[in-house]
């Protein structure tokens, strides 16, 4: 198994600002301005956002937030593995720890929003158990974009 980790970091790091903006430049390409709805770093910075690095033998390779909306629900954004670490299940276990992260902080559901572009990201989704919805927050409607989520408790957990 790779020696890949993963923990929660400050995203104003060199590294991971090279990662940021290769996620950018790779979401400019596949989608015009107004589609695109990825968060800047001071968002990622606020104390509603936890923001996970992976690192693979030290270098980083992927990155994740949590966007805590403040009524039991949160949202993914700035999911980015580099290309040159693809096939290392960063983007599934970077998945999985947020998941995890959620489920310690008491949330009920995890909400996201990505590009119809991106096969392999809504693949992931859709294995880890997210289901389409419409869309939610501030979000409009958008040919080009997937509004996906997966409830972290089951309304039997609710009544425990």
Excluded: W
């Amino acid at each position: 198994m790779p020696d890949v980790t993963i923990a929660e970091e400050l995203p104003r790091q060199p590294e991971i600002l090279r990662l940021l903006e290769m996620s950018d430049a790779y979401a400019a390409l596949l989608y015009p301005a107004e589609s695109n709805h990825l968060v800047d770093v001071p968002t990622l910075e606020k104390p509603s956002v936890s923001f996970f690095v992976a690192r693979f033998d030290g270098i980083v390779v992927g990155c994740c937030a949590l966007v805590e909306a403040g009524d039991g629900s949160a949202e993914i954004n700035r999911m980015f593995v580099d290309p040159q670490a693809r096939g290392l299940k960063v983007g599934k276990r970077l998945l999985q720890t947020v998941e995890r992260h959620g489920e310690n902080c008491g949330l009920d559901i995890i909400r996201l929003e990505t590009g119809i572009h991106q096969p392999e990201a809504i693949g992931l989704y859709r294995s880890a158990g997210y289901v389409e919805r419409p869309p939610f927050g501030n979000y409009q409607p958008d040919p080009l974009s997937l509004f996906m989520e997966k409830a972290l408790r089951t309304p039997a957990d609710l009544d425990r």
